[in-house]
């Protein structure tokens, strides 16, 4: 890799759909003890959701206004015309000066936002990048796909201090093939003939780019992060490969699926996390062709931000709540078409509802959301912005509200406290079997409100605090 | 400066609260007002009253829809504050009287919901927070501080909803006409916990009048004269950012009743009045209401809802008619039904839900989220 600096992998995070979908509930059955499960993004999730989910557990208490690059790549975001980086800046605080990027349309976008993201700071023209892979896999009920797909994101930060993997090789093969594609307007991923996916989208193009790739240094020891569409063609290109199973990175297709275009990427952060100084990880992403990343790690963390999300589980108990969530029953009458929330609305309450910034008055009083006049001391226009999101908070009030549409009612909505903060009023998400409690402590998520106007709307609810054990 | 006794109530009519799926607001309207025309004992609509107020929460129309349905081409001014709505109407009117601008004023507050096409209140997409947007859900946010701290449970609230369905089988024109028990309401489907079905107020197309005119004019008309002692309005903080609230409370009420004791010269409301019309529009907000208008301590409520305080055998007792909760809440029109529920009473003309020499009455509206609480004291000498 012929970098002006080098550059690599800062750090990493990922987020798998919390909830997880098992073959038997698809079938209508009752879930499992046990058995393979794919992710699934519930109603309040998408790809944005997800992806802002894995940047926070990537960045945590990294200052973010180093940032001067993020990519956002993925193939299922909601608007054909309108960016998804730009709206996802704002949910993580980055400055307005950031550089926005998305990268669509192709399973092999999450190497090719990698590697954009490494030449920008290894050129000087970042500081620091943020590349965002997520997707969430909707195959046609009754398909293969349903139950194969997954939805999750990785996150990574590049920057060229404190680098725990450095890039040092790529390859990259483009071919043009209808193996596996979505319309504009297509819901679900419609495939060609099996035996011919696997062998001329994924195989072969990905045996390619591998073998452009050096031989390892030395005695290094390199492992594959490889993003086969599923199991099976997992272990047919380990041969093709001629590597060791024990060289390639668990798949995750029992407990996630394979996540398109997040699949890869989420492999590397898999293999980040366990990697030695010296190793290097092999990263092939099909799709259009594809690519392949060489990374030398240079520093072990010893971190599980993988098995850390996967282990955060909440099955899906019917296949009707999982037909809820994904809108997947027919209706003969469709919600009134409106124009849902304002645009004109929507952009003055950007950073309120984006990136949940409220406000402090000079008497010390916070308040949320914007006012001109304080609560408090009833003076004009005396605020300093302050951003809430990355603070906790405790429960002060709730309600369980069976009439907001949901694919599991009741919704649980009520009124936070944050830390040194104002009172927020926001839906209440995760809660255990026993439900609320007051003074319950409380984090807040980017999540899909609702869809007004058939449009995606974001806000912030407020989730359980991990607890500690 | 104070209302006491500058304006009388003359005339009182109300259409019957139902789903009325085969009569439009306008012939509510009409019920409703020529009712009141008759006890009023009015004959020239055109020459004998001098404006209008009329009060709707969902139509956006109130001037043409009243003056339309009743051929009345007068000053007509809509009132609106949500589900206080009702009881501000009268308060315009009353205020105009007092002013000495009109003799004679005609409030008529209405609402046709079940024009609307869903069932119950809308779940509103007004911007990308605040959601779910329910009154259920607004009104709900007092009960589990409530319980927490002072050990009430839905047992108590279904006892109110026990009572006021009771009372509503006593009223003529009341919507629900049934007895129910406690398990009745233990055992209905969750709208907004702790609120089941029964908790929660019946949805109805309503219409009613009250005619006020100056205090001195009151002679001149056939009934006996019933007395504004004081009709007062407050807004609180919204309880959602409120950084001092105590979700025990809508402090709405509270402030509500403390400017229309003083206005009305009331020390000690539990003793002093006699009969009550509060905004059950779920029974805890008539729960806080025993308390937030200062009949009870803070925190007593469950005590006396057990010892029958509010019943219509009781010391005070609340909700004659069924209130909102089985009379039925045509938004815009509940806080008039209040005012003439609380005029028959003062009459002696409330029939079998008669409270024995009641001479001082009070009615009270919250709405909002809730943010907007609106009170009326009558009486009669």
Known sequence: MAGIIDAGIVDWGAYVATRRLSPAVLAGRKPPESGPERALAWAD?????????????????????????????????????????????????????????????????GTEALLLANDAVASGRARNALVLIA?????????????????????FL????????????????????VDVW????????HSWEDRFTTQYGFEDPSAAVAAKLPAAAGDAERVWAVSAPNKRAYGSLAKALKVRPDQMVPGLYDTVGYCGAAHAPLLLASALDTAQAGQEIAVVAHGDGAAALLYTV????????????????????????????????????????????????????????????????????????????????????????????????TLLTYTLDAFFPAPTPPTAVGVVLVDNGPRIYLQIAGLPKEGPTLGMPLRFVFRRIHESGKRPNYFWKALPERSSS | MSLKDKVAVVGVGCSKFMENWTSGAEDLIVDAVFEAYADAGIEDANRQIDAVFCGSLYSAMGPVDVSEALKLYKPVSAVYNYCATGTETVRAACLAVAAGVYDTVLAVGYDKPKDRGVSGPPVTFRGSRDLPATPAGWFALLAAPYFAKFG??????????????????????????????????????????PFGLYDCAAQTDGAAAVIVTRADLAKNF????????????????HPHTDPDHDFLRWKATEYAARDAYKMAGIDDPFRQIDVAQLHDCFTMTELVSYEDLGFIEKGSAKDHIAAGTFELTGELPVNTDGGLKSFGHPTGASGARMIVENVLQLRGEAGARQVKDAKLALSHNIGGYPTGCAVSILGVE
């Not at chain 2, 047992?155 to 028990?181: C, M, Q, R, W, Y």
């Open chain 1, 45 to 109: 999730e998408d790809s944005v959701t997800m992806a802002v989910d894995a940047a926070r557990a990537c960045l945590k208490d990294r200052p973010r206004d180093t940032i001067d690059l993020l990519v956002f790549a993925t193939t299922t975001y909601a608007f054909d015309e309108k960016q998804g980086a730009a709206l996802i800046a704002v949910a993580l605080g980055l400055s307005g000066d950031v550089r926005t990027v998305d990268i669509g349309h192709s399973l092999r976008g």
């Open chain 1, 135 to 155: 997707d969430s896999r909707l195959g046609a009920p009754g398909s293969a796909l349903e139950s194969s797909g997954g939805d999750a994101a990785a996150a």
């Open chain 1, 158 to 177: 590049i920057g060229t201090e404190g680098v725990a993997a450095k890039l040092t090789a790529d390859a990259t093969a483009s071919e043009e093939i």
């Open chain 1, 182 to 189: 979505r319309r504009n307007g297509d819901r679900f991923v």
């Open chain 1, 298 to 393: 240079v520093e072990a963390r010893g971190s599980s931000a993988v098995a850390d999300t996967i282990a955060e589980r909440v099955p899906v108990t019917s296949q009707a709540a999982y037909r809820r969530a994904r809108k997947l029953d027919l209706t003969e009458y469709p919600v009134a078409d409106d124009q849902g929330v304002s645009a004109t609305i929507h952009y003055r309450e950007t950073a309120e509802d984006i990136r949940m910034q409220g406000q402090r008055c000079q008497c010390g009083e916070p308040q949320f959301p914007k006012q001109r006049v304080c609560i408090r001391c009833g003076q004009k226009d005396q605020f300093t912005d302050e951003d809430f999101a990355e603070r906790k908070g």
């Open chain 2, 152 to 193: 009430a449970g839905r047992e108590d609230l279904a006892k109110i909803a026990v009572k006021n369905h009771h009372n509503g089988t006593l009223a003529p024109k009341s919507f629900l006409k049934k007895e129910i028990t406690v398990d009745d309401v233990l055992n209905a489907r969750m709208i907004s916990w």
């Open chain 2, 222 to 237: 056939p009934k006996q004269p019933v007395l504004v002692k004081a009709i007062t309005s407050h807004c609180s903080p």
